[in-house]
């Protein structure tokens, strides 16, 4: 079955750092969609990406399909302590969703 | 705005008790979602549901057993709590099982003593 891999697990930034979580698929993929869930709450949707090397951007976020459509990424540019959650990914293969294990980023003022 | 709630936000019970975790959602969404959450682990699917009476297990659906009579509703049971299923349960709900954004609730942290 698809098995889908999050990276790093971790990242501790200082405010105003640059910050990006990887996500790689063993099965091409349908599409892929972000998730944040702050600290204390629950998964709240960012975006999906559909087609092959699809770059869509959201004020400092940049989202990432790679043309393989096997792996995405979520570029934070200059963090800020507002950003401070678990990212996860969740990606589609047909009809079946897996969710990565997330990235934690915690950032220091 | 749209609106997932969940039964319970914190749960305690014993081993061997049935525990019933409740869902609803106003979205009028075809599917719906049963996730637990533990540290490191993410999200992982206990069992989803396309549409009233009708269930399929997801990744870990031992022990665990689910209820979907009306269209809004999605209970999740555990027959015979376990100090295994201590964790955090999100529910959530969709328009498709894959291509549409998941909305969740708020999680139920079930401690099992």
């Known amino acids: 079955g698809q098995q889908v891999m999050q990276i790093p697990q971790y990242q501790h930034v200082q405010e105003g750092e640059d910050f990006t979580t990887y996500c790689n698929s063993s099965t091409t993929l349908s599409n892929i969609q972000w998730y944040k869930q702050r600290p204390g709450g629950h998964p709240v949707f960012l975006i999906q990406l559909v087609k092959s090397g699809e770059v869509k951007k959201q004020k400092r976020l940049t989202f990432q399909f790679g043309e393989a459509k096997k792996n995405s990424s979520l570029h934070i540019t200059a963090t800020q302590t507002t950003d401070v959650g678990t990212y996860f990914c969740a990606a589609a293969d047909n009809n079946d969703m897996r969710f990565g294990a997330g990235t934690r980023l915690t950032v220091k003022p | 705005d749209v609106k997932v709630t969940q039964s319970s936000r914190y749960l305690v019970k014993r081993t061997g008790e049935k525990v019933f975790l409740e869902c609803v959602q106003d979205?009028?969404?075809?599917?719906m979602f049963w996730y637990r959450q533990d540290p490191g682990l993410g999200l992982r699917l206990i069992y989803f549901?396309?549409?009233?009476?009708?269930?399929e297990k997801g990744d870990i659906p031992e022990g665990y057993s689910v209820s979907r009579e009306k269209k809004e509703r999605f209970s999740l049971i555990l027959e015979s709590a376990s100090t295994n299923q201590t964790s955090m349960y999100l529910c959530a709900s969709s328009f498709g099982i894959s291509s549409y954004e998941q909305y969740f609730g708020p999680g139920t942290r079930l401690t099992v003593t």
């Open positions: 549901s396309y549409d009233v009476k009708m269930k």
């Open positions: 979205m009028d969404h075809e599917n």
